[in-house]
């Protein structure tokens, strides 16, 4: 089946450095969401990646859509302590996303 | 609160008994989601639901899980015969129909976390 991998499993930064995480699947992706937990929390919907190349961003973090539709990133510029959690991609399988396929997830710690 | 809440927030049972978990969405959401998750990974897709029909069920849910939305408006997870196994986050989502190119976001709810003893 398919399978979505994220790179780094974890990456711990210095408030105020970069952060990037990086999506790749086995089969080409249909859509691409992004989801933020919180630990302890549960998965936010950050934003949806639809068409080959699309580029989103979102004040400091930028979302791409690869051209071939089997990669995804995220990029946070400037981390913050509240930036804190796992971040998830998920491919919405088939139309209408009748459900998420989630990737491995990158956990970010961010120290002040 | 008009977010999607879940009942009960943890549950702690012994194996061999059975449990059940309740999912109230969004109200105007016609689409409900059932997800579990283990500590450390991403959540894995369970059950779908339009409405009161169950449209998709993964291989990961057993005979001994199942899941009823009778009225289309709350929906229920039975796990019997609970194994250490199940222990894990269950999360319930909700959304609502959109076409496939609009924006189709996953509400989820804090999650009913189960530990099997």
């Known amino acids: 089946g398919q399978q979505v991998m994220q790179i780094p499993q974890y990456q711990h930064v210095q408030e105020g450095e970069d952060f990037t995480t990086y999506c790749n699947s086995s089969?080409?992706?249909?859509?691409i969401q992004w989801y933020k937990q919180r630990p302890g929390g549960h998965p936010v919907f950050l934003i949806q990646?639809?068409?080959?190349?699309e580029v989103k961003k979102q004040k400091r973090l930028t979302f791409q859509f690869g051209e071939a539709k089997k990669n995804s990133s995220l990029h946070i510029t400037a981390t913050q302590t509240t930036d804190v959690g796992t971040y998830f991609c998920?491919?919405?399988?088939?139309?209408?996303?009748?459900?998420?396929?989630f990737g491995t997830g990158t956990r970010l710690l961010v120290s002040p | 609160d008009t977010g999607v809440s879940q009942d009960p927030r943890h549950k702690i049972t012994k194996r061999g008994q059975n449990v059940t978990f309740r999912c109230d969405p969004i109200?105007?959401?016609?689409?409900l989601y059932w997800y579990r998750q283990t500590l450390g990974q991403g959540p894995e897709f369970l059950t779908y639901?339009?409405?009161?029909?169950?449209?998709?069920k993964s291989r990961l849910l057993s005979d001994r899980f199942s899941a009823e939305r009778p009225k289309g408006s709350f929906s229920t997870l039975e796990i019997q015969r609970t194994e250490q196994g199940d222990s894990a986050m269950y999360l319930c989502a909700s959304s609502s129909a959109q076409g496939e190119w609009r924006v189709n976001e996953q509400f989820f709810g804090p999650g009913t976390r189960l530990t099997v003893l």
């Open positions: 109200s105007e959401h016609n689409r």
């Open positions: 998920a491919d919405g399988m088939n139309t209408g996303f009748q459900k998420l396929v």
């Open positions: 990646l639809v068409k080959s190349g």
């Open positions: 089969t080409t992706l249909s859509n």
């Open positions: 639901f339009q409405n009161e029909a169950q449209l998709e």
